[in-house]
């Protein structure tokens, strides 16, 4: 089983990051010839695997299934390096699963993927926000940089675990050199590829077995992270208010049902826990509601 690490040449706070990381030791070209004639190069470093393409970091779908079906090695995860954007402009380093459950069939994804879909949540995402948060410390990026998750959004596709790393809130950011060296110690760490032991195993280094599933709130999930930074917890899909639309049932009296809550956040809910149940077997997928940032009305579903 593999791990694969993609990056972009289109970003600098992708390629940045990916740079620092190939200059550690035990990097080695595995051209694929398929994914090559496709402007894909890949690199080998013991069980990871980097991708470089020159597309928008959402544009290429199923890179897992093409590494397998290019090699013949099976894909354990998927990790992905990018630039985060925020109307705040707040310098911050990020973690977020993937999907964008709550679209219905026909919708057009705004930044990729598939309506309905929702990639399995990498079991790291927790472990590693914590040692993200020890990783900027030592390198002096707090408090100037925020670490924080972010709710689950935009594709590309991918069927495996997978997460997001990204680099924000504007281009003096997404250039910074110390920035992308901590994201690229992240993923040498917490992937072992140091010689330590790898961060972050589901079923191998903490007997807990409950996962975090993130219900409603904001996109940085604050209420949720109060418990995520606490050691030994499992994030699974987080949920912001946007990815749970609700239509309010007293805006629905002309068609004679003022109970029933209408709206795609059933779905959402429904494709969140299968997707992390899948990502944690044998975990226990407990819901954390951030109640304030309901409505009334909202609450009584």
């Given at each position: ?21 190939l ?5 080695l ?8 004639q496709q402007?894909i ?10 991708l470089q393409h020159d597309?928008g970091i ?6 897992d ?8 090695e ?5 990790i992905?390096f990018?630039?985060h ?6 310098p911050?380093?990020?973690v977020?699963?993937?999907g ?6 026909g ?12 990639a ?5 995402i927790?472990?590693w926000l914590?040692?993200?948060k ?8 707090v408090?100037e ?6 709710g689950?959004h935009?594709g ?13 809130s ?5 250039k910074r ?5 901590v994201?690229?110690?992240?993923v040498?760490?917490?992937l072992?590829?140091?010689?330590g ?5 589901w079923g ?10 993130g219900?409603g709130?904001g996109?940085y999930a604050?209420r949720?992270?109060?418990i995520v ?5 499992w994030?699974?899909h987080?949920?912001?208010g ?9 805006q629905?009296k ?5 109970d029933?809550?209408?709206g795609t ?9 299968e997707?992390?149940k899948?990502?944690?077997?044998g ?8 109640h304030k940032?309901f ?5 009584m579903?």
């Amino acid at each position: 089983m593999v791990t694969i690490v993609v990056a972009t040449t289109s970003d600098p706070a992708s390629i940045n990051p990916a740079y620092a990381l190939l200059a550690m030791p035990g990097w080695l070209p595995v051209p694929a010839p398929s994914l090559l004639q496709q402007g894909i190069k890949s690199f080998a470093n013991k069980n990871v695997r980097f991708l470089q393409h020159d597309k928008g970091i959402v544009e290429e779908d199923d890179l897992d299934r093409r590494w397998e079906e290019a090699t013949g090695e099976a894909v354990d995860e998927v990790i992905f390096f990018s630039k985060h954007t925020a109307v705040s402009n707040r310098p911050a380093l990020t973690v977020h699963p993937i999907g964008v459950p709550h679209l219905r069939e026909g919708d057009v994804p705004p930044q990729g993927g598939r309506p309905g879909w929702a990639a399995p949540p990498d079991p790291r995402i927790g472990p590693w926000l914590r040692l993200l948060k020890k990783l900027a410390q030592s390198h002096n990026l707090v408090p100037e940089f925020e670490i924080t998750l972010e709710g689950t959004h935009h594709g590309p596709i991918t069927i495996k675990p997978t997460m997001f790393l990204e680099i924000g809130s504007t281009d003096e950011y997404w250039k910074r050199q110390d920035a992308a060296k901590v994201i690229a110690l992240l993923v040498w760490e917490g992937l072992g590829l140091g010689g330590g032991a790898a961060v972050g195993n589901w079923g191998r280094e903490d007997e807990r077995n409950k996962v975090l599933l993130g219900i409603g709130g904001g996109h940085y999930a604050p209420r949720h992270m109060d418990i995520v930074m606490k050691e030994g917890v499992w994030v699974g899909h987080l949920l912001s208010g946007y990815s749970l639309p609700m239509e309010d049932p007293s805006q629905s009296k002309e068609n004679g049902n003022t109970d029933c809550i209408g709206g795609t956040w059933r779905q959402s809910i429904k494709v969140a826990i299968e997707a992390t149940k899948s990502a944690f077997p044998g975990g226990d997928v407990l819901a954390h509601l951030d109640h304030k940032s309901f409505k009334g009305w909202q609450k009584m579903q």
